[in-house]
C-alpha cells in the first residue's frame, strides 16, 4: 500500500518568493509520484510526473520536483511565485498499478 | 477536443432522492475513475472502469453504482442520497491502468444533500 503526507495545509508566500511544497510518501516498491493543481472551480491538472527517469523532474508553470528516494520525498518548488499561482496542489502516488493516492492537498496563496 | 466533460455542475438533493452523475471523455482513452473530494481529505477514489465492459470498486463505493456505456461515457449514480454524500465529485480518465499513466480529470460536480 501506498500513502502521502503534504505537509502544511496553507502557505502563503510574497509575489517573487520562492514556493515550496512539501510531499512525503511511503511506498513498499518504487513508487510514480505526481503533482496536481487544483484552480478554483476547476478539475486537476497535471503539473508534473515521476516515472524513474531523471529524478529532477521539470513541469509546467515554471514548477519542478525532485525524487529523493533516501528521503522519501518530492518536493515542490517554483523559484519566483506570481499571483496567478494562487491554488490548491495535490501530491498523489501510485506503485503497482493505476491505483492514484492522493494527499490531503496545500492551499497556496500569494500576496501582493 | 473538449477532454472530460461533466454534468450537472451543481446539484441539490433531499435525502432519499436519486440522481446519476454523466462523464464523457473523447481522448479515446481506456480507462475511468470516479473520485470524491472532501475537504482536508484529497480525492478518494469510488470505482473506476480500467477498459469498456469492466468496472470494479475503488477505496469508499459503498452508496454507488456506476455504468460503463461505452468507450466515452463513465456514469455514476447514486440511489438513495444522504447527507454524508454532500462532496464534489470528478471524473477522470487515462490511456491505461499503467502506474505512470496521467490521469486526466474532469471540471468536477458539486453535490449538496440536504
Known amino acids: 500500500a501506498q500513502s502521502v503526507t503534504q505537509l502544511g495545509s496553507h502557505v502563503s508566500v510574497s509575489e517573487g518568493a520562492l514556493v515550496l511544497l512539501r510531499c512525503n510518501y511511503s511506498?513498499?516498491?518504487?513508487?510514480?509520484l505526481f503533482w496536481y493543481v487544483q484552480y478554483p472551480n476547476q478539475g486537476l491538472q497535471l503539473l508534473l510526473k515521476y516515472t524513474s527517469a531523471a529524478t529532477l523532474v521539470k513541469g509546467i508553470n515554471g514548477f519542478e520536483a525532485e525524487f529523493k528516494k533516501s528521503e522519501t520525498s518530492f518536493h515542490l518548488t517554483k523559484p519566483s511565485a506570481h499571483m496567478s499561482d494562487a491554488a490548491e496542489y495535490f501530491c498523489?502516488?501510485?506503485?503497482?498499478?493505476?491505483?492514484?493516492?492522493f494527499g490531503a492537498g496545500t492551499t497556496v496563496t500569494v500576496r501582493a | 477536443n473538449a477532454g472530460v466533460t461533466q454534468t450537472p455542475k451543481f446539484q441539490v438533493l433531499k435525502t432519499g432522492q436519486s440522481m446519476t452523475l454523466q462523464c464523457a471523455q473523447d481522448m479515446n482513452h481506456n480507462s475511468m475513475y470516479w473520485y470524491r473530494q472532501d475537504p482536508g481529505m484529497g480525492l478518494r477514489l469510488i470505482y473506476y472502469s480500467a477498459s469498456e465492459g469492466t468496472t470494479d470498486k475503488g477505496e469508499v463505493p459503498n452508496g454507488y453504482n456506476v455504468s460503463r456505456l461505452n468507450k466515452r461515457e463513465f456514469s455514476l449514480r447514486l440511489e438513495s442520497a444522504a447527507p454524508s454524500q454532500t462532496s464534489v465529485y470528478f471524473c477522470?480518465?487515462?490511456?491505461?491502468?499503467?502506474?505512470?499513466?496521467?490521469?486526466?480529470f474532469g471540471p468536477g460536480t458539486r453535490l449538496t444533500v440536504l
Open positions: 477522470a480518465s487515462s490511456e491505461n491502468t499503467a502506474s505512470t499513466d496521467t490521469q486526466y
Open positions: 511506498s513498499s516498491v518504487p513508487p510514480y
Open positions: 498523489a502516488v501510485s506503485a503497482n498499478d493505476y491505483k492514484l493516492s
